[in-house]
């Protein structure tokens, strides 16, 4: 494992930190690459990008919107928000995705919702269990009405792993809010999520004024969404091959 020194934004302390990024003051998780979340779980040289070339139009002309795509590809290094493909876990394959804050705060636009499809039928056509990350501040409203009909598609997407009997299992990391939470990502077989995530709809300033009372301490962060029924369990980065491993074996589509 590799060490590097970083700040970590919730404590403000300099830290050491291993391939897992955990923060040893505060346990606060830093954001993955791709890659490096692929690293925690996926046999070495096994993964298979799907659909790499796609990237967002601009379906209501938005003025700067090419622009800010061309830039976040930049700053990110990705074509878009969510990276799909094939990988085996342990020798046995899957479907996964993965979605990175890093590119327009993880926002799902046309480009994101046709990959988190793909994903799932990918899934349904050969039986693999469909594993997604996700990590989101909601609908790209960039793309207007389109990036709310991904909320539909994703959903009627993972209906139709539901119906052939396929597994799909989520990982909701900090932060997973908005239209992702309100579509795909609460509809997985099993839900885990990475400790102390932010997972809701709404942020709490919101619904503290909508509802004009003071929200728990907490809210909204996977300890107290797994405590309320909406998270299956929490896992830690050190154990994630491990769960996936034993999700896999205990849920092969049965013919």
């Known amino acids: 494992m590799t060490e590097k020194t970083i700040r970590c934004p919730q404590c403000q302390k300099d830290v050491h930190v291993d391939d897992h990024k955990i923060c040893p003051y505060c346990n606060f998780h830093f954001p993955l690459t ?20 796609m990237q967002s139009k601009n379906p209501i002309d938005l003025a700067g919107y ?37 590119f327009m705060g993880g ?46 598609k994703t959903a009627s997407a993972a209906a139709l792993l539901e119906e052939t009997r396929t597994p799909l299992f989520l990982v909701l ?6 239209g992702v939470t309100a579509s795909f990502a609460m509809l997985g077989d099993v ?14 300033r919101v619904i503290e004024g909508t509802i004009g009372e003071k929200l728990p301490e907490g ?5 107290f969404q797994m405590q309320k029924g909406f998270v299956d369990s929490i896992v830690t ?18 013919s």
Do not use: W, Y
Request: aromatic share 6%; with cysteine; net charge negative.
């Open 34 to 53: 791709v890659d490096e979340r692929l690293a925690l779980f996926a046999d070495e040289g096994s993964f298979e990008e799907m659909s790499s070339t």
């Open 66 to 102: 090419e622009e800010k795509i061309l830039e976040n590809q930049k700053k990110s290094s990705l074509r878009d928000a969510a990276t799909i493909g094939r990988c085996t876990i342990d020798g046995e394959p899957v479907v996964v995705g993965i979605m990175s804050f890093s």
């Open 107 to 152: 926002s799902m636009g046309s480009v994101v919702g046709e990959k988190i499809t793909q994903a799932m039928i990918e899934g349904a056509l050969t039986g693999n269990p469909v594993i997604l990350f996700t990590a989101s501040g909601g609908a790209r409203m960039q793309e207007g009405i389109f990036s709310l009909m991904q909320m539909a």
């Open 173 to 178: 990391t900090n932060p997973t809010t908005g």
């Open 191 to 204: 839900i885990l999520a990475e400790p102390g995530a932010i997972i809701g709809f709404a942020g709490p």
């Open 219 to 223: 809210f909204q962060r996977s300890e």
């Open 237 to 254: 980065r050190e154990s994630m091959k491990q769960t996936f491993s034993f999700l896999i074996k205990t849920h092969k589509r049965r």
